[in-house]
């Protein structure tokens, strides 16, 4: 899929005027072999938890983006490179983590694309605490199951439906 952010912002300032496009903040880190990415969403929101992350990865993600509100924390990584291969494997678009990822090399060799608020060397829990394909919000942007992510060099954009590129 070819797009630019930047092009979709400008062709569509109704849809940011009226709130249907949003942009996400920039304080996203890029990670995996995949710069540019864009897909359905689906959320989890989970705390300092991954064990939902896994088991949401070994299922096929069928061009998807999971988009995982990890409440910003910056205290221990959600994603790992098992995760990012799993997502790879998988068929996932990518993944944007409201928190930390971990094994940076390994997902950086993966051909997936990640956004992440920075790396952290701690596992997370393994609990299972967590919810699935519900609305979230990620540094202060809604995002709902099935809104569509774009993410390039540029930015993260959502969606409340898939932009003609």
């Known amino acids: 899929m070819q797009f630019a952010t930047t092009d979709l912002c400008d062709a569509h300032p109704d849809l ?17 072999q995949l710069r540019r990415f864009a897909g359905p969403a689906y959320t ?14 070994e299922t096929p993600g069928q061009g998807q983006v999971l988009v995982i509100d990890g409440g910003a924390s910056l205290r221990r990584a959600l994603v790992g490179g098992q995760l990012g291969l799993l997502a790879q494997n ?30 952290h060397p701690q596992k997370s829990n393994k609990d299972g605490v967590g919810t699935r394909q519900m609305t979230v919000r990620i540094q202060g942007v809604t995002v709902r199951p099935a809104d569509w992510i774009y993410a390039d060099a540029d930015g993260i954009l959502v969606a409340q439906q898939a932009l003609p590129c």
């Open 90 to 119: 998988n068929g996932w678009a990518g993944i944007v983590v409201d928190g930390c990822i971990r094994d940076t090399d390994e997902i950086n060799a993966c051909q997936i694309g990640v956004r992440a608020l920075a790396a």
């Open 16 to 32: 940011l005027e009226d709130g249907r496009l949003a942009v996400l903040p920039p304080v996203f880190q890029a990670y995996g």
């Open 44 to 57: 989890l929101k989970v705390h300092e938890d991954n064990a939902l992350v896994r088991s949401v990865l």
